[in-house]
């Protein structure tokens, strides 16, 4: 999903008037920012005659002229919780997101909507903002104005400050609250699919994997999880065939997480479960790969090594002494993922019991994510609407039919990351299920519309937001095929 782009809608590739491309003055923004960050951050600390301040003063200028000689002036503007940089948007990276969040929240506490500069400036002006800046108290409506006649009384006509709009509170609390989770998120989720890959790899060398940092990674999974699941969940429309048997592993293990979550599982439990689930194909390291992605049907002899990968799984999870106190129930988790609930699958029991909880959700979330991922040898894969339809018909004989209905309502009857097309003849991707069973063929979705110039915009909309005569605004009528419409759904999760 974009940054903060609640409510906002997104305008790609409109020209400036002056001087520099997007690309530049977004690049050169993100800089700035920066770099004002810095000196901002040194003036709280140091007087002006501070070497370091000083020294970050003279860059912070540096970027600020870089800009005004281009452009003429430059204009630093908050508005729903994004920083605008001449009227474009500015996309901050991963790294960047402490500067952005320092303005956001300090000029909010001193009532400041935004900064322009005009012309060149000199070290003297900049100094003066500087610690006019610092000496405003927080929360004053009359700070703008007094900042500016300030200014005036330093003759100083090149910096002004605009007062922050009242409506900007509520956004940008709301939205930073939320850009912090996602940033987490993507982090933690990128973090666990590389941890994962070098676990696999290591156990393919015959060499000892260091598995505490999945533990600790798991652990964030959960935390995020329990604050609100739809963020991790936007995470898993992320389907990589390349890399199919890390994705793999993590999207099983974030949907075991946001079950167990709903099954009302203690945070231990979950952190157990995530193990469990990010674990439940490890056996599958020890099968040649030549079977593991054979692009035909295997042959007797080669399901009967697949059908090994359960149990050569636990054997090497019971070799992973890292681990601590291994849980028997990740022991029995791996063990029996693959069992279905008429006790048919694989592996073969001498004696007859019923799949494990553990082992049972991870079932589930391990068949729904490898019928929705793309494959190297089936590039198309079934939607997730298709693939929730063909798993119900199994109900009784494969999945638990209780657990298989807390997963539906978790991803939903149109789940998250479909695509999907309303009444109004919009076409819209659900990403977050309504909390209330009764209704979940209407959660919030981001409707997609291309604009007359073809630029796509989105806006956040609740298809429980009753309409007119006690019908509801907008419905799903159908789900579509993404490909179809040449819209890629990851990029309105990340
Ligand atoms: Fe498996
Ligand atoms: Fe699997």
């Given amino acids: 999903m974009e940054t903060g782009a609640s409510n906002v809608e997104v305008k790609e ?12 003055l977004s690049e050169r923004g993100n800089n700035l920012l920066k770099k004002l960050h810095l000196m901002m951050r040194v003036s709280q600390i140091f007087g002006a005659n501070n070497v370091t301040f000083r020294r970050f003063m003279r860059e912070s200028l540096e970027a600020i002229n870089a800009i005004t000689e281009k452009e003429r002036r430059l204009s630093l503007k908050m508005l729903k919780g994004d920083i605008f940089l ?8 991963v790294d960047g997101f402490a500067s952005f969040k320092y303005f956001i929240t300090q000029w909010k506490k001193k009532r400041i909507g935004g900064v322009t500069f005009e012309g060149v400036l000199d070290e003297r002006m900049l100094q003066e903002f500087v610690y006019t800046m610092n000496s405003l108290p927080d929360g004053r409506d009359e ?8 200014m005036a009384y330093h003759k100083i006509h090149s910096i ?11 956004d940008a609390d709301s939205i930073l609250q939320k850009d912090d989770q ?8 990128f973090e666990t699919l590389g941890t994962i890959k070098e676990v696999i790899t290591q156990i393919k060398q015959k060499r000892y994997p260091d598995v505490r940092k999945l533990k600790r990674l798991v652990q964030a999974s959960v935390r995020l999880a329990m604050e609100d699941e739809s963020i ?6 992320i389907k990589n065939y390349d890399e199919y048997t890390f994705n793999h592993s993590v999207n099983v293990s974030i949907y075991s997480i946001a079950v167990g979550r709903r099954l009302g599982l203690s945070k231990k439990a979950l952190t157990e479960l995530g193990i469990t689930a990010l674990l439940h194909d490890l056996g599958k390291s020890k099968v040649p790969r030549e079977i593991v992605n054979k692009p035909d049907k295997l042959d007797d002899a080669e399901w009967v090594l697949m059908k090994k990968h359960p149990l050569m799984g636990v054997e090497i999870v019971l070799n992973l002494k890292q681990l601590g106190e291994l849980n028997p129930r990740t022991v029995i988790g791996i063990f029996d993922h693959h069992l279905k609930t008429d006790l048919s699958g694989y592996p073969g029991l001498f004696r007859k019991k019923e799949p494990s909880l553990f082992g049972r959700i991870i079932q589930i979330a391990d068949v729904y994510d490898a019928m929705t991922t793309p494959r190297v040898y089936r590039k198309k894969s079934f939607s997730p609407d298709q693939a929730l339809a063909i798993m119900l018909k199994d109900r009784e004989t494969t999945f638990d039919p209780i657990l298989l209905k807390v997963f539906i309502g978790l991803v939903g009857i149109f789940p998250v990351g479909s695509l999907v097309l309303l009444d109004t003849k919009e076409i819209a991707i659900p990403y977050k299920m309504n909390p209330d069973p009764e209704l979940l063929d209407r959660p919030q979705v981001i409707v997609i519309h291309r604009d007359g110039k073809g630029e796509v915009k989105k806006s956040f909309v609740d298809l429980s937001e009753p309409g007119s005569a006690g019908a509801y605004k907008r419905s799903i009528v159908k789900t579509l095929d993404p490909n179809k419409y040449h819209i890629d759904i990851v990029k309105y999760f990340i």
């Avoid at 590739?13 to 530049?24: C, I, R, V």
């Avoid at 002004?160 to 509520?170: A, F, I, N, R, S």
């Fill in 160 to 170: 002004e400050v605009v007062p922050l709009d009242e409506t900007e509170d509520e």
């Fill in 143 to 150: 700070n703008a104005a007094d900042f500016n006649e300030r």
């Fill in 182 to 189: 996602k940033v987490v998120a993507k982090k933690v989720f």
């Fill in 13 to 24: 590739g409109t020209p400036l008037p002056l001087g520099m491309s997007n690309a530049e």
């Fill in 232 to 237: 991790m969940l936007g995470l898993t429309t």
């Fill in 86 to 93: 001449n009227d474009q948007r500015l996309r901050h990276s």
